[in-house]
């Protein structure tokens, strides 16, 4: 019979939330066992734009007016696409949407994120040298275009935000944007150009150096099915791996999407909705080149150069976790896209599908567990989770250490729910 492996804490889950959580209770001095069902990396946080936004101010609201609700209505927008019986079950989740929508809760998250958006790219960047990852990184900026002059007045209230809370950008023209990105096609009115904002070549190879540098720093990495996780009489906590059971004093939930899979039956409820999104790579044709991601804002579709060739990513969808993929949106931003720039051949047959972990107010939980001494919540990171996981991996270290954390954790309480 094997013996229990002991640990000060158990991370449950290794993307980049998990993941980072785990380094920062290593570098403590913690020991810590980080469990997956399989390797780190390969799910959320290897198919994102990854893109470390420095400029993310503005939430993901509900639609103001009843021309846009309409429009959404028809179902053949290529910025959102929902299957009817998904959406109704999630009216809830979506009232709860419409209340986080208002102007002044609006300003509220661009307040919050702020604080940590100003330090994800140095929290990114201090991992990435501990873990050989620097040469994935690119601090070219990013992009969005707007094609009318009515969508890009839209931008009012991003750019106060971003003169308030210092994210530096630049208004181009079409002819400007060429300058630095020659072979975007001059299809818009205006671009922004945000300058602090960097991305990755690979988010799923960052986040697997992230676990390796966590490996050879004396962390132990395990596969094991986070659902075997149970209290045991004692108030410690044990989860079975291919090693045996191991137990701990702490347990971080990081399961981004599969958070609730073994929270529910731990009695809790919490208004988490999963947004699904797809991606895939197309060769450029010729010597065309991308230099960094770019968003055509009035499509909601990005295309950015990574490793396996220029990864288009789309937009929302609503749609139950399991239900097999159906990826219109992808085929119908394909078609945009390629006037946009020069797209070949695709590189997959199949497209990828991930699905962000979402709170109505665009916030993650990061903090205590409200009923359980030692079960700690990291997740719903939404459509910044791999911008922000690296900082609030600290935010979550430093609370299981019981140091003073480096920001305000109310606004990421279990407990605003
Ligand atoms: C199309 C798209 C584009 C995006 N672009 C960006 C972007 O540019 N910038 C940005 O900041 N964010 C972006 N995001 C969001 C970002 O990818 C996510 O917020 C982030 O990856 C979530 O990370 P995570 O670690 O919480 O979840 P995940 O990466 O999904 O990790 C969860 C882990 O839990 C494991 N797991 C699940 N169930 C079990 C179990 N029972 N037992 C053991 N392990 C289990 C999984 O194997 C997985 O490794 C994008 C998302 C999508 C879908």
């Not at 229990?4 to 920062?24: F, R, T």
């Amino acid at each position: 019979m094997s013996v229990e492996q002991k640990y000060d804490v158990i991370v449950l889950g290794a993307g980049i939330v998990g993941v980072s959580a785990a380094n920062h209770l290593l570098r403590k001095g913690k020991r810590v066992a980080l469990v997956d069902r399989r390797e780190a990396g390969e799910e959320t946080s290897h198919g994102n734009l990854g893109v470390i936004e420095r400029d993310g101010f503005v939430p993901i609201t509900f639609p103001t007016n009843l021309s846009a609700i309409l429009k959404y209505a028809l179902n053949r927008e290529t910025e959102m696409h929902f299957h009817l019986g998904a959406l109704i079950k999630m009216l809830p989740w979506l009232w709860s949407l419409k209340k986080a929508s208002s102007p002044e809760r609006i300003k509220k998250f661009a307040e919050t994120i702020s604080v940590v958006e100003a330090k994800a790219v140095g929290a990114h960047r201090d991992l990435a040298r501990g873990a050989g990852a620097e040469h994935f990184f690119r601090d070219t900026g990013w992009v969005r275009f707007f094609r009318t002059e009515k969508s890009f007045a839209g931008l009012k209230d991003h750019l106060e935000f971003s003169d308030t809370y210092g994210a530096p950008y630049e208004i181009l023209t079409a002819q400007e944007l060429q300058e630095i990105e020659p072979h975007i096609a001059p299809v818009f009115h205006r671009a922004i150009w945000w300058k602090d904002t960097q991305s990755v070549a690979s988010p799923g190879n960052v986040t697997k150096a992230y676990a390796a540098l966590f490996s050879n720093s004396g962390g132990e990495f395990l596969i094991g099915d986070a659902k075997s996780l149970k209290q045991n009489d004692d108030g410690t906590w044990s989860v079975e791996t291919e090693a045996g059971q191991i137990s701990a004093k702490d347990v971080v939930v990081a399961l981004g999407p599969w958070s609730m899979d073994i929270l529910k039956p731990l009695g809790y409820s919490f208004p988490f909705a999963i947004k699904r999104g797809y991606h895939q790579h197309f060769a450029p044709r010729g010597n065309k080149t991308l230099s960094r991601p770019i968003v055509d804002s009035d499509f909601g579709y990005a295309v950015s150069p990574m490793d396996q060739g220029i990864r288009l990513t789309t937009g929302i969808e609503f749609a139950d976790r399991e239900a097999p993929p159906s990826p219109v949106q992808l085929e119908r931003a394909t078609k945009i896209a390629r006037e946009v720039f020069p797209l070949g051949e695709a590189v997959e047959d199949e497209p990828w599908k991930g699905q962000r972990p979402c709170f109505p107010d665009s916030l993650p939980i990061v903090g205590p567990a409200p009923r359980h001494k030692g079960l700690w919540l990291d997740f719903g990171h939404g459509h910044v989770g791999f911008t922000i996981g690296p900082i609030t991996g600290q935010l979550m270290a430093e609370m299981v250490c019981g140091e003073e954390p480096f920001t305000d954790p109310s606004p990421y309480s279990a407990t605003r729910f």
